[in-house]
């Protein structure tokens, strides 16, 4: 694995995620004109997590807890197609290195935007799995 390929993943999602009829506008709405810096910011990030660069500076809690049209669902067809681009993208076992990032990231997330712990049953979220477990 090396920057070529993390940066590869990086475009081939967002252009997927920009094209899904869910999720392209919540992004777009987001983002706006400022897609060349969200997807710098997105290789520095996976570049972190992935390949331990220390590149990426930001919160992304702080910034998904801005967003106010984002559901739970929404992450599940985020997870989706990050599945489908490493696998595509990737060999067998760093796509999957991806993907069990990724769904970390996303329980991580949900948790934060989401977990309401004296809503009871009504508020419970269902957290991603890996549909290789």
């Known amino acids: 694995m090396d920057e070529a390929m993390v940066r590869r993943v990086v475009l ?3 252009a997927r995620v920009r094209a899904d009829p869910t ?5 777009d709405t987001e983002i ?3 897609w060349d810096h969200h997807l710098a910011k997105m290789c520095d990030f996976w ?3 992935m390949l331990m ?8 809690m702080v910034a998904h807890l801005r967003l106010k049209d984002v559901r739970p669902d ?5 997870l989706t197609l990050f599945r489908e681009t490493a696998r595509a993208e990737c060999p067998r076992h760093i796509a999957q290195l991806f993907i069990d990032r990724a ?6 997330l949900q948790l934060g935007m989401f977990f309401q ?6 508020g419970a979220v269902r957290l991603p799995r890996s549909e290789a477990s």
């Open 23 to 27: 999720l392209g506008p919540i992004f």
């Open 117 to 122: 712990p004296h809503a009871g049953q009504a």
């Open 12 to 14: 081939t999602f967002y």
């Open 103 to 108: 769904e970390r990231i996303a329980e991580s």
């Open 32 to 34: 706006q004109d400022g």
């Open 74 to 78: 929404h992450f599940e067809q985020w």
């Open 47 to 49: 570049s972190s997590v």
């Open 53 to 60: 660069t220390g590149r990426y500076k930001g919160k992304p």
